[in-house]
């Protein structure tokens, strides 16, 4: 029968909850889309706009630091009251700010746009994140966070490939239509199902099947009680240094593009290819959900698994993620004055009649699989060693350190490749530049091996909380 509150009898049932979760996997997809149209549209917007492309990725540097600083403020409002209506807002946001950089006719206006729309994405980074963490059993957070993952590498993906294919000619359409999908999925919110703080936490059972409530809320004075959780001093660090190198892949697109170039195409073709390429070598990012589930048998037989996995997984990319920079694409065919449809199946065909790019493709997937275990794995860690109440606000602070690190890889690997173009011509200055900053992953693995020397002892302070508060928590109907 109904409930009291006069919702449908379904309403929190299994179904209803798969519902939310498709729903925000797929909303998070879309931000990310969002965040990714741009960076493969710098060549055709630099020439229609007449700006440097440098300054086109000071956009998006800039946008990411917006994106992550609105981001713990969202967190920390979120962890305080109702999430649901934070949610839809800030969709409205990012989709109204996306369809409004369609519209720009100068630099200023795509910049203040963009900058309109990543005060939107910073809701979804840090709200959703903490809805999603409620929804999610504990034995299977790594694996279902690698799905999340997944959403966010291939709603990038999808942002670069709307960037390529449609506006390699027409350069706002992307634009508009991330924004045109954003608006309906933003109505879909409306009929979502926000869960109880802590309902998956196994300490807090006890708790709700009595019929009682998790009213704890955040207040400032738990903002100290964060930085004391030694594994989140060194979460941040790994969040800032490890996007130091993934930071620089937004320039990979553009690799792909000057090394189509090279093979004596025009821009408009090698635009539309070198993104083609650009996607499918990072179709390894749907190992996530692998490295996720490893991560979630680890930890149930070790505590410090998971931090080790991580520590494993970002070492062992770095020499496939330099061979990927370095090799080259030779003996490409693709015809002249073709449409997307056709350059698509030009480049598809490539990866079996075309050693080069066949090559080239298992190597990508390699080193992407690798390195797609860092984000369920770094997610994971701080879900597990933050209280309920704590992870919006927290993930917050990890978007700050994630969005400095990718603004200052986009930047100084942007300069980087600026600096060997004195010394080598494209596309070996876009590729050594890029393995460069692969280097950045060493002191990531590093601090994963710090964060499982501390990690025990922090899961077993919350677990100790937990239940304390389970135990002590007043009946509300007595």
Known sequence: MPSFLGKPIWWGSPAHQLFTVIVFVILASLDNAARGVLPPLYAVVSR??????????????????????TSVGWGYWGDR???????????????AGMGLTGQAATFNQLFLWQLVAAVGIGCIASVGFSVISDLIPAGRRGMMLGFWGISQGGGA??????GGALGAYEWPLPFFGVAAVGLLFALLY???FEPERGRTEPELVPLFEAGRTYDHRISRADLR??????????LLL???????????????????????EAGGYSLETATITGNMFSLLFETGFYFAILSGYLGDRWQRHNPRGRARLGMGLVWLAIPFQIVVFLMPLRNLNF?????????????????????WVGSTFLVALLAIALLAGDSPTRAALYTEVNLPEHRGTVTGFMTIATGLGLALGNWLAGLT??????????????ALGLALFQLWLIPAGWCYYQISKSVAEDLAGLKRTLNLRAESEPDPFT
């Not at 009251?81 to 989709?95: E, N, Q």
């Not at 993906?157 to 709307?162: F, M, V």
Request: glycine share 8%.
């Open 48 to 69: 229609d706009l007449q700006v440097s492309e440098a300054a086109l990725g000071m956009v998006t540097g800039v946008t990411v630091i917006a994106l992550s600083v």
């Open 417 to 430: 490749i600026s600096s060997l173009a004195h010394f080598y011509a494209p596309p070996l200055n876009y």
């Open 190 to 192: 409306l009929f979502t």
């Open 225 to 234: 009680r964060l930085w004391a959780v030694t594994s989140n001093r060194w």
């Open 157 to 162: 993906g999808l942002g670069a490939l709307l």
């Open 335 to 355: 015809p002249t004055e073709a449409n997307v449809p056709t350059l698509t199946g030009a480049v598809l065909w490539s990866l079996v009649s075309n050693p």
């Open 81 to 95: 009251r109702a999430r649901k209506p934070l949610l839809f807002y800030g969709t409205l946001i990012w989709v």
């Open 238 to 260: 790994v969040a800032f240094v490890g996007p130091l190198a993934y930071g620089s892949r937004v320039w990979l697109a553009r690799l792909f593009i000057a090394k189509v």
